[in-house]
């Protein structure tokens, strides 16, 4: 094995109010199914550097471990926003070299997604659409695919950002290496489940057309890739066999399932699909299991 | 990092926090001396006459582990909250002061007095409490849009039901912790069900939903609940 120099990647992540950014934050930090991981791929490791980024792990085993949901992220001052660091070590994946990442990540609160495309609010978001070209990467989680979000709140939002792109990459070139990974959370729901294995055709074409229309359209394959994963996964005791409920619970306490959900049986916590998006984004290659 | 507590008159405020920290509880203990706030040789709290602040030095024992994180408790006059509302009008600078600070609280706790049908009041308004509860939550989608916290606890439970059982029952630990959202659907279910309907209204209207407890000065397992829920966020904030 050729140890290499790690490779950086600066990733921002994005997506409308309770998409699940943090939780999937929190749960890259705990990692809870790192022995699963280390026996399925050995030298699998996955480590957060720093005080914030370790912050996030306690949160995984004080909260969502303990049957409580992640408090949603609240729009400051883009100051105030954390970096979160983490060193990614992986193995060499069916024939792919092995590769360490250095990632440097930031989560935005979902209303500055959700205020990008109105006009009256540009100078609230512009310092956060500045410090996302700071970035080479991008992951945009999404959750839902209600027909009105699709035309009215996801195609706009990514109509802004393309055009910005597209006026700052006249500037500077180096924007034109700009990735995006477009990511469907909490795919543990048994509707979107089946549908995981091939996340742009059965997820993003079918469910979110205008929106999916409109990204083919602007950026090409090597800027622009789809996901799907979830942070609590579903029901199994043994990695790769996977009980397809999911592991999650939804109180029915007339809240609205999307903010109110929670992790079902901590012990069998396996997420879906976590790493995939950053490989992708840090590397430009795809990594050929679709459990990672 | 603030944390309102509000509720009626005599609801049992200042007990509450006065009992986490004398004689404490196992997993929140108030290192704050609060020895001015009652009578040491009863341990009677004085009646809150105007609004108190006090930052809590608080050490809590998360699953994670353990930590000290400091809070600031703001203990708000019963009669701020009666219904006749005399009280917000002739004192309106300190009502609106109250406003504010729940406002821009991390998190609310709202104790309610046991629901009992005893005096000739309640026999009259059967409804009362519910109401009670209806105007509270009322309260809350006015002022409370940002706090990402709010609990409610029927306080005094040592009047209404087997604090022991129920201490038994839902008994926090630090290794093991406490299955939170079984907690909250089963107090709900088991204490709120009366006001069922109107909880269900609240929670389609906000993202952040209503976390429910039941509290007694006389049980230190179950008074120390709310708080460890709030502190397992405020520990990394
Ligand atoms: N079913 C399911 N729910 C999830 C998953 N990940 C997160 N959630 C729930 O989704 C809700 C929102 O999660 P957050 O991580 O706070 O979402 P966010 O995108 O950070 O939200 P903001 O901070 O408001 O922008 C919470 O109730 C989570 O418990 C998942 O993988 N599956
Ligand atoms: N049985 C019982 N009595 C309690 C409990 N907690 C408080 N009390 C009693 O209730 C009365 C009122 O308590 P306080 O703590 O002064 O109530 P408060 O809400 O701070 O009242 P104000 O400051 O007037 O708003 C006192 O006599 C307490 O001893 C409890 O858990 N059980
Ligand atoms: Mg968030």
Known sequence: MTRQTPKSAEIRIIG????????????????????????????????????????????????????????????????????????????????????????????????????????????????????????????????????????????????????????????????????????????????????????????????????????????????????????????????????????????????????????????????????????????????????? | MSVVVIGDRAVGKTSMVIALHDPGTKHVKVLTDLKKYYDPDTGEAAGTSRKEEETLLVEVKLPGGERQIQVRWIDTPGEAWEKSKEWQETKLAAWQGIQTEVSQSQGVLLLLPPQRITTEEELRRPDAWTNNLASWLQFFNQNCATVQHILISIHKADLFCDIQAEAQRWRYEQLKGLRWIEYNEYIRNTYFNKADEIIREYNRQHSTSLRFFITTIKNPSLLELPWIHLASYLAHK
Not at chain 1, 139 to 148: Q, R
Not at chain 1, 150 to 158: C, H, I, R, S, V
Not at chain 1, 233 to 262: H, Q, T
Request: glycine share 6%; net charge neutral; aromatic share 12%.
């Open chain 1, 16 to 292: 409308p109010r309770q998409s699940g950014k943090t939780t999937y934050l929190a749960t890259l930090a705990y990692f809870p199914h790192k022995k699963q991981m280390k026996q399925l791929y050995a030298g699998m490791e996955i480590t957060p550097v720093g005080e914030d980024a370790e912050r996030l792990g306690r949160m995984a085993e004080d909260i969502i471990m303990q049957g409580n949901k992640l408090a949603g992220t609240f729009k400051t001052n883009i100051d105030y926003l954390p970096f979160y660091f983490f060193r990614i070590k992986i193995p060499s994946i069916k024939g792919m070299p092995p590769i360490e990442i250095e990632l440097n990540t930031r989560d935005y609160p979902g209303k500055i997604f959700e205020e990008i495309p109105l006009p009256h609010k540009q100078s609230e978001v512009e310092p956060f659409i500045d410090d996302l070209f700071t970035a080479n990467a991008w992951m945009v989680m999404l959750t839902d695919w209600e027909p009105g979000r699709d035309k009215t709140l996801y195609k706009p939002a990514f109509k802004k950002l393309c055009e910005e792109i597209f006026n700052k990459e006249k500037i500077n070139p180096e924007i034109k290496n700009l990735r995006i990974a477009v990511v469907m959370s909490k795919c543990e729901r048994g509707e979107l489940w089946p549908c995981r294995l091939d996340p742009e055709e059965d997820l993003f074409r079918v469910r979110l057309p205008e929106t999916y229309d409109f990204l083919k359209t602007k950026l090409s394959p090597q800027r622009l890739k789809f996901f799907a994963c979830s942070s609590f996964g579903v029901l199994s005791d043994r990695i790769g066999d996977f009980d397809p409920r999911p592991n999650r619970y939804i109180p029915d306490d007339g809240s609205i399932s999307e903010f109110n959900a929670f992790l079902r049986i901590p012990e069998q916590w396996q997420p879906y699909g976590l790493i995939a998006p950053i490989y992708w984004l840090s590397t430009g290659r795809t990594l050929h299991d679709h459990r990672l």
